[in-house]
Protein backbone atom coordinates (compact mmCIF):
# COMPACT_ATOMS: atom_id res chain seq x y z
CA UNK A 1 0.00 0.00 0.00
CA UNK A 2 1.44 3.42 -1.29
CA UNK A 3 2.12 5.87 1.92
CA UNK A 4 3.03 9.58 1.39
CA UNK A 5 3.30 11.55 4.38
CA UNK A 6 4.07 15.65 4.16
CA UNK A 7 6.68 17.22 6.27
CA UNK A 8 8.12 20.79 6.69
CA UNK A 9 7.59 24.19 9.25
CA UNK A 10 4.26 24.93 10.12
CA UNK A 11 4.91 28.51 10.02
CA UNK A 12 6.41 30.54 7.16
CA UNK A 13 7.57 34.27 7.19
CA UNK A 14 5.82 36.73 4.51
CA UNK A 15 8.60 37.05 1.66
CA UNK A 16 10.45 33.59 2.74
CA UNK A 17 10.11 30.54 0.30
CA UNK A 18 8.39 28.06 2.08
CA UNK A 19 9.52 24.16 1.70
CA UNK A 20 8.05 21.12 2.34
CA UNK A 21 8.58 17.28 1.54
CA UNK A 22 6.40 14.26 0.67
CA UNK A 23 8.36 10.82 1.64
CA UNK A 24 6.59 7.61 -0.04
CA UNK A 25 6.83 4.54 0.90
CA UNK A 26 5.53 1.47 -0.14
CA UNK A 27 6.22 2.10 -3.66
CA UNK A 28 8.95 4.09 -6.05
CA UNK A 29 8.28 7.73 -7.29
CA UNK A 30 9.99 6.34 -10.19
CA UNK A 31 7.51 3.65 -10.79
CA UNK A 32 6.13 4.40 -14.61
CA UNK A 33 3.09 6.56 -15.33
CA UNK A 34 2.59 7.52 -11.99
CA UNK A 35 2.75 11.36 -11.06
CA UNK A 36 3.55 12.91 -7.89
CA UNK A 37 1.16 15.66 -7.20
CA UNK A 38 1.32 19.01 -4.89
CA UNK A 39 -1.81 20.53 -4.00
CA UNK A 40 -3.42 22.96 -1.12
CA UNK A 41 -6.59 23.89 -0.10
CA UNK A 42 -6.44 27.31 1.95
CA UNK A 43 -8.89 28.09 4.61
CA UNK A 44 -12.67 28.12 3.52
CA UNK A 45 -11.79 27.51 -0.37
CA UNK A 46 -11.73 24.50 -2.61
CA UNK A 47 -9.04 22.43 -3.62
CA UNK A 48 -5.71 24.14 -6.42
CA UNK A 49 -3.50 21.91 -7.93
CA UNK A 50 0.10 23.20 -7.73
CA UNK A 51 2.54 20.73 -9.80
CA UNK A 52 3.54 17.42 -10.31
CA UNK A 53 6.45 15.45 -11.34
CA UNK A 54 6.22 12.46 -13.21
CA UNK A 55 7.85 8.98 -12.74
CA UNK A 56 10.65 10.39 -15.29
CA UNK A 57 11.36 13.74 -13.73
CA UNK A 58 9.32 15.47 -16.06
CA UNK A 59 7.92 18.52 -14.42
CA UNK A 60 4.08 19.73 -14.56
CA UNK A 61 3.54 23.26 -13.92
CA UNK A 62 0.46 25.01 -12.47
CA UNK A 63 0.13 27.97 -14.99
CA UNK A 64 -0.89 30.09 -11.94
CA UNK A 65 1.68 29.32 -9.70
CA UNK A 66 4.40 28.79 -12.08
CA UNK A 67 6.36 31.55 -11.56
CA UNK A 68 6.77 30.63 -7.86
CA UNK A 69 6.89 27.01 -7.23
CA UNK A 70 10.16 24.60 -7.95
CA UNK A 71 9.19 20.83 -7.68
CA UNK A 72 11.68 18.33 -7.47
CA UNK A 73 12.93 14.95 -6.49
CA UNK A 74 15.33 12.42 -4.70
CA UNK A 75 14.83 9.36 -5.72
CA UNK A 76 17.60 7.70 -3.49
CA UNK A 77 15.74 8.81 -0.63
CA UNK A 78 11.81 8.40 -2.52
CA UNK A 79 10.95 11.84 -2.03
CA UNK A 80 9.56 15.30 -4.19
CA UNK A 81 9.72 18.30 -2.88
CA UNK A 82 8.16 21.32 -2.91
CA UNK A 83 9.42 24.92 -2.74
CA UNK A 84 7.37 27.97 -3.16
CA UNK A 85 8.76 31.59 -2.71
CA UNK A 86 7.55 34.73 -1.96
CA UNK A 87 5.20 33.70 0.33
CA UNK A 88 2.24 35.74 1.46
CA UNK A 89 -0.98 35.13 4.36
CA UNK A 90 -2.54 34.26 1.07
CA UNK A 91 -0.67 31.57 1.19
CA UNK A 92 -1.75 30.04 4.14
CA UNK A 93 -3.42 26.57 3.81
CA UNK A 94 -3.16 22.96 4.39
CA UNK A 95 -0.25 21.40 2.05
CA UNK A 96 -0.96 17.69 0.17
CA UNK A 97 1.16 15.63 -1.57
CA UNK A 98 -0.59 12.65 -3.82
CA UNK A 99 -0.07 10.32 -6.18
CA UNK A 100 -2.08 10.25 -9.66
CA UNK A 101 -2.26 7.80 -12.15
CA UNK A 102 -2.68 10.02 -15.09
CA UNK A 103 -0.64 13.51 -15.84
CA UNK A 104 -3.88 15.57 -15.77
CA UNK A 105 -4.95 16.48 -12.53
CA UNK A 106 -8.74 15.96 -13.65
CA UNK A 107 -8.92 12.74 -13.27
CA UNK A 108 -7.85 12.25 -9.79
CA UNK A 109 -5.33 11.02 -7.41
CA UNK A 110 -5.56 7.42 -6.10
CA UNK A 111 -3.72 8.27 -3.08
CA UNK A 112 -2.66 11.10 -1.11
CA UNK A 113 -1.20 12.00 2.35
CA UNK A 114 -2.67 13.63 5.40
CA UNK A 115 -1.80 17.00 4.76
CA UNK A 116 0.19 19.82 6.77
CA UNK A 117 -1.29 22.87 7.58
CA UNK A 118 1.59 25.93 6.72
CA UNK A 119 0.53 29.27 8.36
CA UNK A 120 2.10 32.63 6.56
CA UNK A 121 2.70 35.18 9.73
CA UNK A 122 5.07 37.34 10.74
Known amino acids: QVQLQESGPGLVKPSQTLSLTCTVSGGSITTDYYYWNWIRQPPGKGLEWMGA???????HDSSSLKSRTSISRNTSKNQFTLQLSSVTPEDTAVYYC??????????????WGKGTLVTVSS
Open 98 to 111: ARAPYSDPYFGMDH
Open 53 to 59: IAWSGKI
